[in-house]
């Protein structure tokens, strides 16, 4: 028995990848950070505006709404990449609402990281993970975090039991009518100051089920969000990136 | 036994005029009696045509699927005191559609929301109130009885739901799961959605299970507009089934481990699950295969360079699962805890009506891909892997043998792939006054979609079952007498789906 967890060690080997200290690069058909021509004929943007299930385009000011934007790739296919190319850039957190709306350039997350949050949680970061009604895509790829490859409680963050333990909250999901109350009770038990985080399209703006009455169209309208994590989901390193510029 | 109803394949077309409509007497003796001997439930469901409500069932015998259309009273005598399998969905029709089961055990709102048709509560339920739990819990009385109450917030990074635990000591006697607490209403924001949301939709109704969803979907809608997929899509369709297979069972396997506290196959198997997710990322860049699947075919072909990549990896892959696999399943500290812990009999299984790998782990020889194969699935053959003593040890070893096998069949489609796919961005119209179920089986079991459209084809009905709506109640048996920390275990053995059920 112990022969075999030797044996097993040793095939698995050290797994932690070197981020941030080394660059990763992610495969070429993942959709990051979308590279905009703003020249593109205007009829090939309306195409592109008109077919995107989550209309988040606006084709007269020539831009996505990150926060919308479910990274399905559609406009890119319609318009050949002739409008919208998406990049393999992962970067793509944002503390303002209004940089959501992107026309090509996103303002470095790092100068939008409050000195404060810093000094108060850069050596230890503890969060407290709430699904308000997410498909359990954005759960999976918070859980990945843990696993060895990420190794996230390296950098001094975790993911707790309790609020009461919690610096703050990551939320996912559109915010269900019947998850309001719990949302709220387990911010209320938070202790001050604390962070609140919306990841992925659901929490940041109701993604696909925005409009829908059974839910709150995101985080947005019931508490003030500190940082949003684009994405459907995000990937796990748009988040790990999110959550060392901010915070340490 | 023979039967009055609609005899129908996976993915067929029907015109609704077709459908046999019966009186609802005939039709809840002939469902009751075909649901009391070997015929399952796939949908029991209302919907509204025209202002008349009717019910639809679709069950299944062996390799074929019947459906059937009554009228509707507004209350009936409850199928449910006569036939278990009915429980969950004749609560479901109650609280879309305010029928009311005559005497059903236990008539409880399902999900929490008002009706569709704006009529009064069945359950007298207040809905301006946010809270769903605002109801009674089914409890136990004693001195020595206390309750547990968990959720909906859990520890972990995990969906809402809520457990109550009736214990005599540290022993549980009666555990129910209410959910609901993740429902967005899909089902009725589909009929006000415009079609190009649809497939978004579909695919965030839940991530683990994504790439299921819209392939149910996709052939749903291929069978009502008349579309035709080659085969080269139907592969990379069954691909990326498996591999969204794969990567759950293996991360579910690491979950277990990790829940009894024995560290390095969790790590390993927690490691190697994103290797599949990764896959997919490859493929379509969404690590859960968002974006892949759309009527019509499949968004992005696999690459020659990619197809030996896979395959090599796959290999390699195979091999480290199989190692950690062996040390898993030798260690005696882990058959202690996993074996003959959350016992679901033979007979409750069938009882229940569960599907998937709960199923197959209490000896019930049902997988949809061997049943009722749509896809590549006619073309694979496949065998149905089972175990016979429905504890935590089965369920562990089925989506472990179930993860095998399908890592030969990503193998062997791969090796098969020409690399000739075609696709095009395409809009769709529907044939009016149609029917069509698709069924696939997803990794937690029997996953299955239904269309009925309208004489103009709008969607007038689109139903989803998630395997977790038969299965959650495998979970509250499973847990009966055990002890209570025990119930990590088996609720990962299981590991079932909240948004999925809650819709
Ligand atoms: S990638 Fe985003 S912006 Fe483009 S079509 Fe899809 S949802 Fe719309």
New interface residues.
Partial sequence: ?LF??I???I??GY?TSKYPNEEIK??????GKPEINSNCEQKIAELCAS????DAIDPKEKTIHLGKC?????CE??SNGSFIK?SNDFELAVTDPEQLIYDGMIEKLEIHAKKHFKKLFGRSLQLR????????????????L????FDLSRFGIQ?V?SPRHADGIIVT??V???????LLK?YEAIPDPKIVIASGS?AISG???RG????LNGVDGILKVDLYIPG??P?PLTTLHALLTFFK | MDNKLLKINNGQKIKLADIPHFSFDEFYEEILSLALNDYYIVHYFAYEDKGKIRLVAVLRRKNWLFVGISDTPEKYPALTCKCTKFHMFEREIAEQFAIKPVGHPWLKSVRYHANYLGKEDIFGNDYSEDIPGRYEYYSVEGEEIHEVAVGPVHAGIIEPGHFRFNCAGEKVLHLEIQLGYQHRGIEKQILNANKKQLPVIIESIAGDTAVANSLCFSEAVEALANIQVGMEAKKIRGLALELERIANHIGDLGALSGDIAFLPPASYYGRIRGEFLNMLLAICGNRFGKGLIRPGGIRFSITDKQKEEFVNRIKKLKSEIVHIGDMLFNQAGVLGRFESTGIVGTEIAQQLGLVGPAARASGILYDARYDLPAGVYQEIPLKVVTEHTGDVMARALVRYNEALQSLDIVETLLTELENNNSYKHTEFELEPDNFVVTVHEGWRGELSHCIITDSKGDILRYKIKDPSFHNWMGLAIAMRNEDISDFPLCNKSFNLSYCGFDL
């Fill in positions: 028995m075999s967890i044996k097993n060690r095939e698995q797994r992610l495969p070429e058909r993942f959709k077919n995107c299930p989550q479910v990274f399905c790739g559609l296919e319609l998406f993970q709430v699904s308000a009604g997410g498909c359990n895509a954005c759960e999976a790829d918070l859980n990945v843990n696993t060895p490859f993911f039991a999901g559109p269900t009518r019947n998850m309001k109350k719990a387990t659901c993604g696909p089920f829908n009455p059974e839910q459907c989901p990937h």
